[in-house]
Structure formats: structure tokens, C-alpha cells
Nanobody
Framework: QVQLVESGGGLVQPGGSLRLSCAAS????????MNWYRQLPGKQREWVAQRTSGESTIYANSVKGRFTISGDNAKNTVYLQMNSLKPEDTAVYYCNVGSVTRPLLSWGQGTQVTVSS
């Protein structure tokens, strides 16, 4: 079973930046779309961004223009660069593969992002 490991979260002030990483134990990124999701406190998990196997990207409206998804197929790693962070971005961030609504793998432990002054 391929595993996903998210990292890079932390505490940041509003307006700050963080870069999240998602490492896979197998070669997935050249085959499947990769997605970032987040789960805000007390809310359902929501989709944030997608990078297709062809390296096209799409974003949720709430993060468009502030977040950038990218990947390194050779390292089996996908990144989420988050700029101009807002308190409402506070959440646990997860990655997964496949379509937005049908992720293929079990969820990892996620990485906590807290935006607060």
C-alpha cells in the first residue's frame, strides 16, 4: 500500500507563508492527479488544489492567487506553497491521489497549519 506523508505545517502570522510537502512511497505523480485538501476545525474536509499528471493545476476559489501546487515526479513529492495566509486557512492539510471526489489512498496524518498573531 502506497503511503502519503505530509509535512511542513506550523504556526505562522497572518500574511505569512508556508510550504507543505507530500511524499509518496511509490511513483504516483506521473500517473495520477495529486490533490491537497484541508479540514478546518469542526468542518468537513475540503478540497484545496489539484495538480494533474500533465502538470495542469486548479484551485479552490478560497485559495486562488495565494496558493500554488507543484510537484517533483523524480522525488515523488508534491508541494503546496501558501502565501498571504489568513486565520481562516487554519486547518489540518492532507494530500491524496486521484479525482477530487474519489481519493484513492487512505488518508495520512496530515500536517497542522495555524495562522494566528
Amino acid at each position: 500500500q502506497v503511503q502519503l506523508v505530509e509535512s511542513g505545517g506550523g504556526l505562522v502570522q497572518p500574511g505569512g507563508s508556508l510550504r507543505l510537502s507530500c511524499a509518496a512511497s511509490g511513483s504516483l505523480f506521473s500517473i495520477y492527479a495529486m490533490n491537497w485538501y484541508r479540514q478546518l476545525p469542526g468542518k468537513q474536509r475540503e478540497w484545496v488544489a489539484q495538480r494533474t499528471s500533465g502538470e495542469s493545476t486548479i484551485y479552490a476559489n478560497s485559495v486562488k492567487g495565494r496558493f500554488t501546487i507543484s510537484g517533483d515526479n523524480a522525488k515523488n513529492t508534491v508541494y503546496l506553497q501558501m502565501n498571504s495566509l489568513k486565520p481562516e486557512d487554519t486547518a489540518v492539510y492532507y494530500c491524496n491521489v486521484g479525482s477530487v471526489t474519489r481519493p484513492l489512498l487512505s488518508w495520512g496524518q496530515g500536517t497542522q497549519v495555524t495562522v494566528s498573531s
